[in-house]
Structure formats: structure tokens, C-alpha cells
């Protein structure tokens, strides 16, 4: 009921008004006669009581048609709504369906490519880690290998270095051994030449003998003339055989001075040959350890890449549980938007049905905690169905 239909409830019952003109007139006459009027007193008693019954009837009416009219207003304000509902869900569901269905499949895709693409970074990660593995198993067979051979080398080419500085030395003896020769050689011409005078003495005592016997140590004193002949040959071959001793004493001191020395120079060049070829071998083997070190980070490095490019591989599985999830509210917006075409409001039964579709516990999970949040306000709300 409208204010207006409220305002000409006195129209309709004009009754009362024509029952309060009686009223009014005895209450005033009463008023103006006095206490001799009493005998208008019932009248007014009546004319009140049945003005007062008739605004009594007047206003029941008025509620009743009041409570008609919002009865009406309420039975037909569900009406309009459960029309405007079925419609936007006859209309939304499939277009949210459908959004759904598209924001699927297009992460599906998406994630379908990044797996794929995952699996071929994962795929070529491993032949490097294995690439890397081979590296550093050659490297270090083939380092320890070459080490080996170059120590190898090495101590035979210093061998043979001393080998040789061993003959030098057994050289150097025999030449030392000469040496004693060569003393024997002087002291031998010293005694040449101590023979020769003293031959050269005898013969010339001889000669004075022979000069003091005459005509017949004539010939003595010829033999002895010879014989001091032989002696001063004799003393002039010690005396070369002095000088030439001499010679090669010095030569062979000489010889020797240099062999000392050439034998001091050889040790220190095979040791500082040792000393660099050893020194290159170690920095070599340095550079090797390094890049054995590098090789050996590098497979790590594709180890834990790979591990974690597999890892990304099985968190991207993620997108099963998401596309059942939304196949589950494709599936559920097209049975309620059916349900809402045939006129069919169970809730309940659309609930279990969801519900019964779940393959995961998450599913379940978020169903029971937003069913009962549904629950929990709907129960604090007044909806009009």
C-alpha cells in the first residue's frame, strides 16, 4: 500500500466523519448549558464510542490493506529476481565457462612449451655435465700420464749427464795419472843429467891419466875423449828430455785446470737444467690442476643446473592439478547453467556433485573451507527466494 492509498482511507469510510459531527455538538452544548445538561451526557458517552470504533475500523483496515499490498510486493519482488538470476546464470555460465576453458588450455600450452623447452636445457646441460665428466677423466689420466713420462725423461737425460760427467772424471784421473808419469819423466831426466856429468867427470879424470902416462895412454885418452862426448850428448838429451817434460807437465796441468773447471760448469748447468725443467713441469702441472680444478666446478655447476632445471620440470607439473581443477569448473558452470535453463535451484545436490568430482585434496580442501564460509554468510544475510 502506497502513502496515496493511505491517504484516502477517510474517503472510504465517511461514517466516522459524519459520527464525530454528533460529538462534537453534544460535548459543546454540554459545555455551554452546564451542570443542568446532564442529560445530554449519554449522547455524548455514545458519540464518542462510536467515533472511537469507527477509527478503530478505519485503522485495522488500513494495516490490512498495508499488509496485502507488501504480502504482494514480497511474492512478486522473488519472481523478478529468480528471473534475473536464472537469466545472467543462462548467460554468464557459458561465457565464464568458456573463459575458463580458454585460460586452461592457453597455460596448458604455455607450461606444455616450457616443460618441453625445460627438458631440452635439461637435456643439453647433461651432455655437457657428461662432456665436462669426460674432460676431466682425460685431463687427469692424460696429465698424470705425461707427468709421468716427462719425470721418466727427465731422469734419464740427467743419467746420462752424469753418465758423462763420470767419464769426464775417470778421464781426469787418467790424465792425473799422467801427471805421475810426468813427475817420473823429470826425475829421470834429472838423473840423465846427473849421469851425464858424472860421465863427463870420469872421462875427464881419464883424459889426465891418459896425458900423464904418455905415448901409451894415447889411446885411453881417445876413449876417454868419446866417452865425454856420450856424456855431453847425454846431458843435452836430459836437458831436452827436462824441457819437453816440463811441456807437458804444464799442458797436462792446464788440461786438468780446465776439466775441473768444465766439470764445475757441467754440474751447474745439468742442475740448473734440473731446476727449470722441473719448474716448468710444476707450472704446467699448476695450469693443468687449474683447469682440472675449472673443469671439475664446470661439471658440478651442470650437475646442480641440471638438477635444477629437473626440479622446475616437476614443479611445472603443477599445471595438471590446475587444468583438473578448472576442467572441474568448466564442467560444474555448464551442468548449473543447464540446471538453471530446466529450473532446477537444488544447491545441495550441485554441492555433492562437485564435490564428488574432486580428484585432489586441495580440491576438497578449498571446497570445505569456502563451502563453509558460503554457509557461515548466507546464515547472517535475509535473502528473498
Not at 298 to 306: A, E, K, P
Request: charged residues 20%; proline residues 1%.
Amino acid at each position: 500500500m502506497s502513502v496515496t492509498d493511505i491517504s484516502r482511507l477517510p474517503s472510504r469510510f465517511g461514517i466516522g466523519a459524519f459520527l464525530l459531527l454528533p460529538f462534537l455538538f453534544s460535548a459543546g452544548a454540554f459545555f455551554y448549558l452546564g451542570a443542568s445538561s446532564w442529560y445530554l451526557l449519554p449522547l455524548i458517552i455514545l458519540s464518542a464510542l462510536s467515533f472511537y470504533g469507527v477509527q478503530w475500523q478505519i485503522q485495522s483496515a488500513a494495516e490490512t490493506r498495508l499488509d496485502k499490498d507488501i504480502d504482494i510486493s514480497v511474492e512478486k519482488e522473488p519472481s523478478q529476481t529468480d528471473v534475473a538470476v536464472d537469466e545472467l546464470a543462462r548467460v554468464m555460465m557459458p561465457i565464464w565457462a568458456t573463459q575458463v576453458e580458454s585460460a586452461r588450455s592457453q597455460s596448458e600450452t604455455a607450461v606444455n612449451e616450457l616443460v618441453a623447452r625445460f627438458g631440452g636445457l635439461a637435456y643439453e646441460v647433461g651432455q655437457s655435465s657428461d662432456v665436462a665428466h669426460r674432460v676431466v677423466s682425460s685431463l687427469e689420466d692424460g696429465i698424470d700420464s705425461v707427468f709421468g713420462r716427462a719425470d721418466t725423461g727427465l731422469q734419464t737425460v740427467v743419467e746420462t749427464l752424469e753418465a758423462v760427467l763420470k767419464e769426464r772424471d775417470g778421464l781426469l784421473r787418467q790424465i792425473n795419472g799422467l801427471a805421475e808419469f810426468v813427475a817420473e819423466l823429470n826425475r829421470m831426466s834429472r838423473d840423465v843429467a846427473t849421469i851425464a856429468g858424472q860421465t863427463n867427470l870420469l872421462a875427464l879424470n881419464a883424459a889426465i891419466e891418459a896425458a900423464r902416462a904418455g905415448d901409451q895412454g894415447r889411446g885411453f885418452a881417445v876413449v876417454a875423449g868419446e866417452v865425454r862426448k856420450l856424456s855431453q850428448m847425454s846431458a843435452e838429451t836430459g836437458q831436452d828430455m827436462g824441457k819437453k817434460v816440463s811441456h807437458i807437465s804444464s799442458a797436462i796441468e792446464n788440461a786438468v785446470e780446465a776439466a775441473h773447471q768444465s766439470r764445475g760448469r757441467d754440474n751447474s748447468m745439468i742442475d740448473a737444467s734440473r731446476t727449470t725443467i722441473r719448474q716448468i713441469l710444476d707450472q704446467f702441472r699448476q695450469h693443468s690442476d687449474n683447469l682440472i680444478d675449472s673443469a671439475r666446478t664446470l661439471r658440478t655447476s651442470n650437475s646442480s643446473i641440471q638438477y635444477e632445471v629437473s626440479d622446475a620440470i616437476v614443479q611445472l607439473q603443477f599445471q595438471d592439478r590446475v587444468s583438473q581443477m578448472l576442467c572441474h569448473v568448466r564442467d560444474n558452470l555448464h551442468e548449473v547453467s543447464a540446471a538453471v535453463q530446466q529450473g532446477d535451484h537444488n544447491i545441495s545436490q550441485h554441492l555433492e556433485a562437485l564435490e564428488a568430482s574432486y580428484a585432489m585434496a586441495e580440491e576438497r580442501q578449498a571446497h570445505s573451507s569456502g563451502n563453509s564460509k558460503a554457509v557461515n554468510e548466507q546464515a547472517g544475510e535475509i535473502t528473498f527466494f
